[in-house]
């Protein structure tokens, strides 16, 4: 976690700052929340993505999530929205949230609109398991409750979810718009991202019920209990979250998902999960199959999509990153000049099996 002061926050050379905490200040003063000086701290990785910060005042803790510095792709990091369907969800009865105290849409606050959570005691996993993980046992646990608290998520039924409700297939705006992201954001030819987009749009499933749907489902989006890490206690980053297909966040986690003495993920994410102990993909769907009751076929092409999606998305901070716009911080935006390429690929090589 990196500490941020007022003065490297607020005087950030050539680009706009990502806090100003005298701003931040009146706007937790505004809404009650603590009071005396606020004192900043980043949490998480750089690349061109979102933005969240650890808050401190007068002994309590919150955390500001905030998007990347503008220009925005069209409808990209909406956090005032974000912020919504997670207070809809959380209303549906699907518990494992982050509470959410306050939203900003007045952007002359910090330049960008935000929502402050109350800060969760927890474990995000990526690269190393917490301690309580050691065991074979304890790591299975964990992997099945991620299926269970996913398949929690696709139960969450109520009127305040209809406001995210949309006409149409949700697979086909789906496919339509990371299109249209891809001609936006693009900053090279990548055939397999062509290719996959045209199978895609030809073999769009037909549609289940609707459910509520993560977008972004893996475990590094997970918390995990610091007293019980089988258990996760929230699901954070819902940028990508809708009333859609829940098929799509079943693929999502099998293309993000690296198994014991099997695949590993092409995005790199989470890859603790290749330790011994960890559930195989097929027993991951053998899993989400019997706790909801749904056919998830058909895999293949909901995993084509996940990995197809990401390779657009992380090509718009790959963009971001060649055209100077992001900064120091985000140190792992230089990466995606291989990453993208090599998500494209394998996401032709899996509709394509």
Same mark, same amino acid.
């Given at each position: 976690?990196?500490?941020?002061?007022?003065?490297?926050?607020?005087?950030?050379?050539?680009?706009?700052?990502?806090?100003?905490?005298?701003?931040?200040?009146?706007?937790?003063?505004?809404?009650?929340?603590?009071?005396?000086?606020?004192?900043?701290?980043?949490?998480?990785?750089?690349?061109?993505?979102?933005?969240?910060?650890?808050?401190?005042?007068?002994?309590?803790?919150?955390?500001?999530?905030?998007?990347?510095?503008?220009?925005?792709?069209?409808?990209?990091?909406?956090?005032?929205?974000?912020?919504?369907?997670?207070?809809?969800?959380?209303?549906?009865? #699907?518990?494992? +949230?982050? *509470? &959410?105290?306050?939203?900003? $849409?007045?952007?002359? =606050?910090?330049? /960008?609109?935000?929502?402050?959570?109350?800060?969760?005691?927890?474990?995000?996993?990526?690269?190393?398991?917490?301690?309580?993980?050691?065991?074979?046992?304890?790591?299975?646990?964990?992997?099945?409750?991620?299926?269970?608290?996913?398949?929690?998520?696709?139960?969450?039924?109520?009127?305040?979810?209809?406001?995210?409700?949309?006409?149409?297939?949700?697979?086909?705006?789906?496919?339509?718009? #990371?299109?249209? +992201?891809? *001609? &936006?954001?693009?900053?090279? $030819?990548?055939?397999? =991202?062509?290719? /996959?987009?045209?199978?895609?749009?030809?073999?769009?499933?037909?549609?289940?019920?609707?459910?509520?749907?993560?977008?972004?489902?893996?475990?590094?989006?997970?918390?995990?209990?610091?007293?019980?890490?089988?258990?996760?206690?929230?699901?954070?980053?819902?940028?990508?979250?809708?009333?859609?297909?829940?098929?799509?966040?079943?693929?999502?986690?099998?293309?993000?998902?690296?198994?014991?003495?099997?695949?590993?993920?092409?995005?790199?994410?989470?890859?603790?999960?290749?330790?011994?102990?960890?559930?195989?993909?097929?027993?991951?769907?053998?899993?989400?199959?019997?706790?909801?009751?749904?056919?998830?076929?058909?895999?293949?092409?909901?995993?084509?999509?996940?990995?197809?999606?990401?390779?657009?998305?992380?090509?718009?901070?790959?963009?971001?990153?060649?055209?100077?716009?992001?900064?120091?911080?985000?140190?792992?935006?230089?990466?995606?000049?291989?990453?993208?390429?090599?998500?494209?690929?394998?996401?032709?090589?899996?509709?394509?099996?």
């Amino acid at each position: 976690m990196q500490s941020i002061s007022r003065h490297s926050i607020a005087a950030v050379a050539t680009k706009a700052p990502l806090l100003i905490l005298e701003n931040v200040e009146a706007f937790l003063d505004a809404h009650g929340l603590g009071s005396g000086a606020v004192t900043a701290s980043r949490i998480g990785d750089g690349g061109g993505s979102n933005f969240t910060f650890l808050l401190e005042r007068g002994g309590e803790r919150f955390v500001l999530r905030r998007p990347p510095r503008p220009p925005l792709p069209p409808s990209a990091h909406d956090m005032v929205r974000e912020a919504r369907l997670q207070t809809a969800i959380r209303a549906a009865a #699907f518990e494992r +949230l982050a *509470e &959410i105290v306050a939203v900003c $849409e007045d952007e002359s =606050v910090i330049g /960008v609109p935000f929502y402050v959570m109350r800060f969760l005691e927890g474990h995000v996993i990526t690269h190393e398991l917490p301690v309580g993980l050691e065991s074979e046992e304890s790591r299975f646990a964990l992997g099945l409750d991620l299926v269970d608290t996913l398949v929690e998520i696709h139960e969450a039924r109520g009127p305040e979810l209809e406001a995210f409700a949309r006409p149409g297939s949700y697979l086909e705006r789906q496919v339509k718009r #990371f299109a249209q +992201l891809w *001609e &936006i954001n693009q900053t090279r $030819e990548i055939a397999a =991202v062509d290719e /996959v987009g045209r199978f895609l749009a030809d073999n769009v499933p037909e549609p289940f019920r609707p459910a509520v749907v993560h977008g972004d489902y893996r475990l590094g989006n997970m918390m995990v209990s610091p007293d019980d890490p089988t258990r996760i206690v929230a699901v954070l980053d819902w940028e990508m979250g809708a009333i859609g297909d829940p098929r799509a966040d079943v693929g999502y986690l099998l293309a993000t998902y690296s198994e014991p003495d099997g695949r590993a993920s092409a995005l790199g994410s989470s890859p603790v999960t290749a330790e011994p102990g960890f559930p195989s993909r097929a027993q991951l769907v053998e899993r989400y199959a019997e706790r909801s009751g749904r056919d998830v076929q058909p895999l293949a092409w909901f995993e084509g999509l996940a990995l197809w999606k990401a390779a657009v998305f992380c090509e718009a901070i790959y963009g971001r990153y060649v055209r100077g716009e992001l900064g120091e911080e985000d140190t792992r935006a230089a990466l995606f000049e291989h990453a993208v390429p090599l998500l494209a690929e394998t996401a032709l090589e899996t509709v394509s099996l």
